[in-house]
């Protein structure tokens, strides 16, 4: 069975700066779908960015971009130019061949000062 | 405008007393599933459905029921609620397709706040 990590229950970071949030997974698989998920207080889960293991380029959607290092089993995403309604929970998500599943994180609430 | 709606947003109940949390999606979509999220656990699979008269357990099942009859809806009944059973539900679909898969992931609904007394 496949898990996945997130070691950063809690993270702050200031208005219009860099944050980057940990997530670490294990399978056993050689092909899968990584994923983020953003949850507003609202409680929409907002699908943030994607990325295919069998690409070895890492995704990018505006101010969000990944580190995928597939050896490390390690999917950290980075969020530039912070903005206020970044303030959420979000969650890591993986996804093998078969789509039958998404396995989550426990989740990382950040929080964006003014 | 594409969507999955779940019903009812908020839902307070007393223990043993059945209830079903509806789910009905607009997209023609095959695959539908059933998630409760809990703090600090991220979200857990309950149920999945592949296609209609298709359902298999995740990785909570006990104390769930599902039935999948029409393709667009999939309830989760719960027969006989307790308090463990308090959480935020969701409802997902997708298309069955690796494109679909990678590059949609799933369409939730808005969740639904049960508790359990």
């Known amino acids: 069975a496949q898990t996945v990590t997130q070691s950063q229950p809690e993270m702050s970071v200031q208005e219009a700066e860099t944050v980057t949030l940990s997530c670490t997974y294990d399978?056993?698989?050689?092909?899968?779908?990584l994923f983020w998920y953003k949850q507003p207080p609202s409680r929409q889960m907002i699908l943030v960015i994607r990325?295919?293991?069998?690409?070895?380029q890492n995704a990018t959607e505006n101010r969000f971009s990944v580190n995928f290092q597939k050896a490390a089993k390690s999917f950290s995403l980075k969020i530039s130019d912070s903005q206020l309604g970044d303030t959420a929970m979000y969650f890591c998500?993986?996804?093998?061949?078969?789509?039958?599943?998404?396995?989550f994180g426990g989740g990382t609430r950040l929080m964006v000062k003014p | 405008e594409a969507q999955v709606t779940q019903n009812p947003r908020y839902l307070i109940t007393v223990t043993g007393k059945k209830l079903t949390v509806t789910c009905s999606q607009n997209?023609?979509?095959?695959?539908m599933s059933w998630y409760r999220q809990d703090p600090g656990l991220g979200l857990r699979q309950i149920y999945y459905s592949m296609n209609v008269e298709v359902t298999d357990k995740g990785d909570v099942p006990e104390g769930y029921k599902v039935s999948r009859k029409e393709k667009r809806n999939f309830p989760l009944i719960l027969e006989s609620p307790s308090p463990n059973q308090t959480s935020l539900y969701f409802c997902a679909s997708s298309f069955y397709s690796r494109d679909s898969l990678a590059n949609y992931g799933y369409t939730f609904g808005s969740g639904t706040r049960l508790t359990v007394v």
């Open positions: 990325q295919e293991a069998y690409k070895q």
């Open positions: 998500a993986f996804m093998s061949n078969a789509g039958n599943m998404l396995t």
């Open positions: 399978t056993s698989e050689n092909n899968y779908y």
């Open positions: 997209m023609n979509h095959e695959y």
